[in-house]
Antibody, heavy 121, light 109 residues
Framework: QVRLVESGGGLVKPGGSLRLSCAAS????????MSWLRQAPGKGLEYISY????????FYADSVEGRFSISRDNAKRTLYLQMNSLRAEDTAVYYC??????????????WGQGTLVTVSS | DTVLRQSPGTLSLSPGERATLSCKTT???????FAWYQQKPGQAPRLLIY???SRATGTPDRFIGSGSGTDFTLTIDRLEPEDFAVYYC??????????FGGGTKLEIK
């Protein structure tokens, strides 16, 4: 079955960096667009980044543009999110998700369990 | 940017009743690019409805999505105990940003 497993979260100081990974299995990863979303504690969902199946199309939300970088390794079936210059407001559970359609971002038919990123001194 | 406003914020109902959840957008949205998700505590969201009215794989037929333009509705007929959760609407598509509503919490009365 489809499985997405995030890792790499943790506690980091403001201004620090983290790299999240999302290991995919159970579907054709190289044919699938992928996204990262996040959810601050007790808050709603925020879409933050998208990468097309081949990596040629990438999108970032304004809130992370210039600080976060999405990438993928189709041979390793892994999605990444490099997060730099982290701020307290980046504290959230980060989810990787598979896009249902090939034409454009969303909707998201499979999600990982999430990994918590806490930015605090 | 389009803003999605969900109402009510909290809905208290009993099992067996019908739930009606609303999502209004500040700009017209194509129904093809509209979805609903369910999220239970401690879990990732689950896609319920896409294309405004198409059920995702595994979504029971008591979940009914409808609407167009700026007004979309998720109706849950005959509430089951496992339906009590938070529900989010979403606009997606080729033009970012992708937006979510603030959520409606469906709680047991």
């Amino acid at each position: 079955q489809v499985r997405l497993v995030e890792s790499g979260g943790g506690l980091v100081k403001p201004g620090g960096s983290l790299r999240l990974s999302c290991a995919a299995s159970g579907f054709s990863f190289s044919d699938s667009n992928m996204s990262w979303l996040r959810q601050a504690p007790g808050k709603g969902l925020e879409y933050i980044s998208y990468i097309s199946s081949g990596g040629g199309a990438i999108f970032y939300a304004d809130s992370v543009e210039g600080r976060f970088s999405i990438s993928r390794d189709n041979a390793k079936r892994t999605l990444y999110l490099q997060m730099n210059s982290l701020r307290a407001e980046d504290t959230a559970v980060y989810y990787c998700a598979k896009d249902l359609f090939s034409a454009a971002p969303g909707p998201f038919d499979y999600w990982g369990q999430g990994t918590l990123v806490t930015v605090s001194s | 940017d389009t803003v999605l406003r969900q109402s009510p914020g909290t809905l208290s109902l009993s099992p067996g009743e019908r739930a009606t959840l609303s999502c209004k957008t500040t700009q017209s949205v194509s129904g093809a690019f509209f979805a609903w998700y369910q999220q239970k505590p401690g879990q990732a969201p689950r896609l319920l409805i896409y294309g405004a009215s198409s059920r995702a794989t595994g979504t029971p037929d008591r979940f009914i999505g409808s609407g167009s333009g700026t007004d979309f509705t998720l109706t849950i007929d005959r509430l089951e105990p496992e339906d009590f959760a938070v529900y989010y609407c979403q606009q997606f598509g080729s033009s970012p940003p992708i937006a979510f509503g603030g959520g409606t919490k469906l709680e047991i009365k």
